[in-house]
């Protein structure tokens, strides 16, 4: 079993920046991969950030690349999603989670989950 905590989310302006983060307990954190997901209103869970397990390797979303940065702190097991020049779209509910198996970008392939962090992003 793992525990994921997200926070940092928000209320801010379009421009602002936002940084979340994901506490983990339990099972060794840094034998995991780990990723940021996040769903909209009326819109299915998608894919924003991937890290692996020293953080030397990382994936991202088109919509989210050269705004986004993830990182993870093994010491702390916990891992970060900055998130600059915020835009209206980006407004969701953040998650993040720890891979199992699978492509990285498809939410069954992760098997712990947070209970999410609200994002909100106004014009």
């Known amino acids: 079993q793992v525990q994921l905590v997200e926070s940092g989310g928000g209320m801010v302006q379009a421009g602002d920046s936002l940084r979340l983060s994901c506490a983990a307990s339990?099972?060794?954190?840094?034998?995991?991969?780990m990723g940021w997901f996040r769903q909209a209103p009326g819109k299915e869970r998608e894919i924003v950030a991937t890290?692996?397990?020293?953080?030397?390797?990382?994936y991202y979303a088109d919509s989210v690349k050269g705004r986004f940065t993830i990182s993870r702190d093994n010491a702390k097991d916990t891992v970060y999603l900055q998130m600059n020049s915020l835009k209206p779209e980006d407004t969701a509910v953040y998650y993040c989670a720890t891979h199992l198996s699978g492509p990285m970008s498809v939410s069954s392939s992760y098997g712990y989950w947070g209970q999410g962090t609200q994002v909100t992003v106004s014009s």
């Open positions: 890290i692996n397990w020293t953080g030397s390797s990382t």
């Open positions: 339990g099972r060794p954190f840094s034998r995991y991969f």
